[in-house]
Every structure is written in structure tokens, then in C-alpha cells.
Antibody
Framework: QVQLVQSGAEVKKPGSSVKVSCKASGGTFRTYTTTWVRQAPGQGLEWMGGIIPILGTANYAQKFQGRVTITADESTSTAYMELSSLRFEDTAVYFC??????????WGQGTLVTVSS | NFMLTQPHSVSESPGKTVTISCTGSSGSIASNYVQWYQQRPGSAPTTVIFEDNQRPSGVPDRFFGSIDSSSNSASLTISGLKTEDEADYYCQSFDSSDRGVFGGGTRLTVL
């Protein structure tokens, strides 16, 4: 049974970067996609991108191209999402999720990133 | 860009049946499977339907998923509504570049 545990809440200043981690236990980390989804306050779910460690390449939503970097460390079964040039509107809960066969399940508990001056 | 459009909100009484639609913007919604997620306040989403019409174990058979190619839409139907079904529901699929796409979400109120 795969479980995903994310890093804790962050408060960042506009223009800075944030890096959120997602540690997996159970399953075979390197063979499935770890996906990142964000949810702004009171808003819907927004797909950001994903990575399959065994391939080593990430796929990103066009909206975040050039600002987001998704990586994976197979040695620790941990995926990372780094978002740069933060803006106030990047304030959101960031979720990681396993994607297998097109299904996002399970999900991490979410990490609140607050962008504030 | 491929988009999925859902109604913002629906409401129905306990015991009744409600259907939430999810309409694809272009192409064929049948090209990729559609999933449905339930999200309660303060929690991560959970899967209630995958691969258009399959229920994960533990999801009651009151939840039913379907695809209508003629209207390029997917639907989630919940019968015998319970107050515990009150939540936000999201449809999800992929575009032609294997990028994930979510519908805007539908708030279900059971009153």
C-alpha cells in the first residue's frame, strides 16, 4: 500500500522559490508517476506536472513551464516540486499523488505554501 | 487546450438521485479514461470512479459513472443521496500530450 507524506507548510516572499517534498513508502517508486496538483484557496484542482523516476523526465503543464521543476530521488523514494518566481497567486495547497493507469491515487496530505510580503 | 467543464454546484434532497456532468471542450472525451474524485473540506481528494465507470473497493454502488460520446461528456450519478455525500466532485482526464486535466469542480449540497 503506497503512502505519500509531504513536507510541512511554508511561508515565502514574492520572487523567491519553494521546494516541497513527497516521500513514498510501499509500492515501487521508480515505476509510477508522481504527480503534483495544487489548489488555491476556495478554488479547484490544477495539474502541475509529473515525473516517472525510471525515465527521469518530467511533463509539465504549459502554465508552469519554466517556473516549475519536478525531480525524484530514487534512493530515498522522494519526489520534489520546486516553484520559482513566486507570486501572491501561488498561495495554495500543493498535493502530490501517485498516478497509475491515469488514476491519481493515493494523495499526500497536502502542503500549504503561503506567498506573503 | 483541452478543458473539462462542470456545473459549479448542484443540490438535491437525501434519498434522491443527482447527476454531475463533465463536458470535454474538444476532441473525443472517450479518447482517454475519465476519473471522478470526491473532496471533503480540509482533505485530499479520493477516487470514487476510475476508467469512466469503475468503482474502487469501498465505494458504494450508489456511485455510477458513464460516458456519452454524442455530447462529449462524462457523468457521475449518485443515487440514494446521503448527507455524507456532500462534498466537491472533480472529473479528471488527460489531453493529447498526456497532461492532466481537471474539471472546475462541482459542489454537491444534500439538503
Amino acid at each position: 500500500q503506497v503512502q505519500l507524506v509531504q513536507s510541512g507548510a511554508e511561508v515565502k516572499k514574492p520572487g523567491s522559490s519553494v521546494k516541497v517534498s513527497c516521500k513514498a513508502s510501499g509500492g515501487t517508486f521508480r515505476t509510477y508517476t508522481t504527480t503534483w496538483v495544487r489548489q488555491a484557496p476556495g478554488q479547484g484542482l490544477e495539474w502541475m506536472g509529473g515525473i516517472i523516476p525510471i525515465l527521469g523526465t518530467a511533463n509539465y503543464a504549459q502554465k508552469f513551464q519554466g517556473r516549475v521543476t519536478i525531480t525524484a530521488d530514487e534512493s530515498t523514494s522522494t519526489a520534489y516540486m520546486e516553484l520559482s518566481s513566486l507570486r501572491f497567486e501561488d498561495t495554495a495547497v500543493y498535493f502530490c499523488a501517485r498516478e497509475l493507469g491515469g488514476i491519481f491515487d493515493p494523495w499526500g496530505q497536502g502542503t500549504l505554501v503561503t506567498v506573503s510580503s | 487546450n483541452f478543458m473539462l467543464t462542470q456545473p459549479h454546484s448542484v443540490s438535491e434532497s437525501p434519498g434522491k438521485t443527482v447527476t454531475i456532468s463533465c463536458t470535454g471542450s474538444s476532441g473525443s472525451i472517450a479518447s482517454n479514461y475519465v476519473q471522478w474524485y470526491q473532496q471533503r473540506p480540509g482533505s485530499a481528494p479520493t477516487t470514487v470512479i476510475f476508467e469512466d465507470n469503475q468503482r474502487p473497493s469501498g465505494v458504494p454502488d450508489r456511485f455510477f459513472g458513464s460516458i456519452d460520446s454524442s455530447s462529449n461528456s462524462a457523468s457521475l450519478t449518485i443515487s440514494g443521496l446521503k448527507t455524507e455525500d456532500e462534498a466537491d466532485y472533480y472529473c479528471q482526464s488527460f489531453d493529447s500530450s498526456d497532461r492532466g486535466v481537471f474539471g472546475g469542480g462541482t459542489r454537491l449540497t444534500v439538503l
